[in-house]
């Protein structure tokens, strides 16, 4: 079976989130095809989205 690695991010301004980079890549693998990212304002979604 072809390894699945979990991805990271190579921005170094990027930090933490490994948990939440998990959970995207066990959702897409999943097969989600939309998934939300809920979270109050200011705390990283969309940088996460566009990270990942
Ligand atoms: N993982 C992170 N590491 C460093 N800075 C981050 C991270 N996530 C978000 N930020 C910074 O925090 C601020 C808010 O992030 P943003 O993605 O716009 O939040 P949201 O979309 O949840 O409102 C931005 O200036 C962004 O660059
Ligand atoms: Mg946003």
Request: glycine fraction near 12%; hydrophobic fraction near 40%; avoid cysteine.
């Amino acid at each position: 079976m072809t390894p699945n690695l979990i991805p990271e991010s190579s921005n170094p301004e990027f930090i933490g989130r490994e948990g939440a980079f998990a959970e995207l890549h066990t959702k897409i693998r999943q097969g989600a095809k939309v998934i939300v990212i809920q979270a109050p304002g200011g705390v990283g979604k969309t940088t996460l989205a566009q990270e990942f």
